[in-house]
């Protein structure tokens, strides 16, 4: 969202107003180029979790999660299909507020628990998204596994987006053998 790119001028401007260690101009344009956020509109490649699916499946992974997170997958997801949401979200965050920018954008919602942290119970997303959003299908399940497994059951290529929280997002990266370096 703006608030990276904010975060990156204000880590250029910091750089450039301090003397304890030289940091060429190339360098700073360099980096913006090589940057790379995991768990933001990342695809997934082929791992355990992704090997349960049907071939041609696609999974995205998005940490977001806050409104302008889901504004920027509204934006992403414009001219797509509709997708399957698989969601776990920390309990002091807004999670209508996240999915309303692309809630039209939903084909079904599996609400996962986040391990170790106070989330959202997966039940209750699940009645939100269907009483205030309209989303017509909506189970909480017990992790993203047993939502994937869910998924494939359909029998066809699908294409997925787990987000809602970053804690979620490592999970994901973890169980699929692509924890970044």
Excluded at 122 to 140: F, I, N, T
Aim: proline share 8%; glycine share 8%; charged share 20%.
């Amino acid at each position: 969202g703006q608030h990276q790119a904010e975060n990156a001028a204000l880590a250029i401007a910091m750089l450039r107003h301090q003397s304890a260690i030289d940091v060429p101009e190339s360098a700073m344009a360099a980096a913006m180029e090589w940057t790379r956020w995991p768990a933001r509109m990342q695809q997934l490649g082929d791992g355990p979790l992704t090997g349960l699916l049907p071939e041609g499946s696609v999974v995205w992974l998005d940490g977001g999660h806050n409104p302008d997170a889901g504004a920027a997958i509204a934006k992403v997801l414009e001219n797509s299909p509709p997708v399957h949401v698989i969601i776990g979200m920390l309990k002091n965050k807004d999670a209508i507020g996240f999915l309303t920018p692309f809630a039209e954008k939903i084909a079904s919602v599996h609400a996962v628990p986040i391990p170790g942290h106070e989330h959202h119970d997966p039940k209750d997303m699940c009645h939100w998204v269907q009483v205030q959003l309209g989303v017509e299908h909506a189970d909480p399940v017990d992790n993203v596994a047993v939502a994937m497994q869910r998924l494939a059951e359909r029998g066809e290529p699908t294409k997925i987006l787990v987000c809602g929280s970053l804690y979620l997002a490592g999970e994901v990266l973890r169980l699929n053998a692509e924890t970044p370096t």
